[in-house]
C-alpha cells in the first residue's frame, strides 16, 4: 500500500511542475428543488507546458476548488501539440471555427506580444507563443472561444509535416517561387 502511495507522490510531483494552469471562467448555476435553491458552479480551465501543448477542460461541482480540480484534470488529458515556429509564435495564418464563433490568428514579428482577447490569450500564454495576432469574429462565449482556437490550432501544421507529407525536402518546401522568376526574368534580358 505505501508503495502504491509512494508511485501517486511521485507522480504528482512529475506533473505538477511540468504543466501551468490558467483559471478562464466560472460560472454559478443554480437548480431551483422543492426546498428552495441548489448551487453549483461550473470552471472553464486552459492547461498546457509553455512549450507547444496545451488543453482545456471544464469541471462542474458544488463547491469552485472541486470544480476547478475536476477541470484541470480534464484539460491534461485533452491536450494536443502544436509546432511552433522558433517557440514563439505559428507557422502561417489560420482560422478556427466552432459553432458560431470563429476565430483568426495570424503570425507576428518578434516583439510584437499577445495581441489577442481574454480566452484566446490564456491559449496562447499556456502554449507558449509570444508573439501573436488574433481576433474573435461571431462568439463572445469564452467556450465556444476557446473551443475555435483549438480547432485552428489543430489545423496548424510546420514546414517539417508538410514536406513529409509530400515526400520532399524542407528546403523545397521553404523555396521562394517569387526569387527565382525575377531572376530567371533579368537572365533572358541580357541574352537578348
Known amino acids: 500500500m505505501a508503495e502504491r502511495d509512494n508511485r501517486r507522490d511521485r507522480r504528482d510531483r512529475d506533473e505538477t511542475p511540468e504543466f501551468a494552469d490558467r483559471l478562464v471562467a466560472i460560472n454559478r448555476v443554480s437548480k431551483t428543488v422543492k426546498g428552495g435553491k441548489r448551487f453549483g458552479f461550473a470552471a472553464l480551465v486552459v492547461v498546457g507546458d509553455q512549450r507547444g501543448r496545451v488543453g482545456f477542460g471544464k469541471g462542474k461541482a458544488k463547491e469552485v476548488p472541486e470544480a476547478i480540480r475536476k477541470a484541470t484534470e480534464q484539460a491534461k488529458r485533452q491536450m494536443i501539440r502544436v509546432p511552433l515556429r522558433d517557440g514563439r509564435t505559428l507557422h502561417h495564418d489560420i482560422e478556427g471555427r466552432h459553432g458560431a464563433g470563429r476565430v483568426v490568428m495570424r503570425t507576428a514579428v518578434p516583439g510584437t506580444g499577445i495581441i489577442a482577447g481574454g480566452p484566446m490569450r490564456a491559449v496562447f500564454e499556456m502554449l507558449g507563443i509570444q ?62
Open 131 to 192: 508573439d501573436v495576432v488574433a481576433k474573435s469574429l461571431g462568439t463572445q462565449n469564452p467556450y465556444n472561444m476557446i473551443r475555435a482556437t483549438i480547432d485552428g490550432l489543430k489545423k496548424e501544421s510546420s514546414p517539417r509535416q508538410v514536406a513529409q507529407r509530400r515526400g520532399k525536402k524542407v528546403a523545397d518546401i521553404l523555396k521562394k517561387p517569387e526569387a527565382e522568376a525575377p531572376a530567371e526574368a533579368a537572365a533572358e534580358t541580357t541574352e537578348a
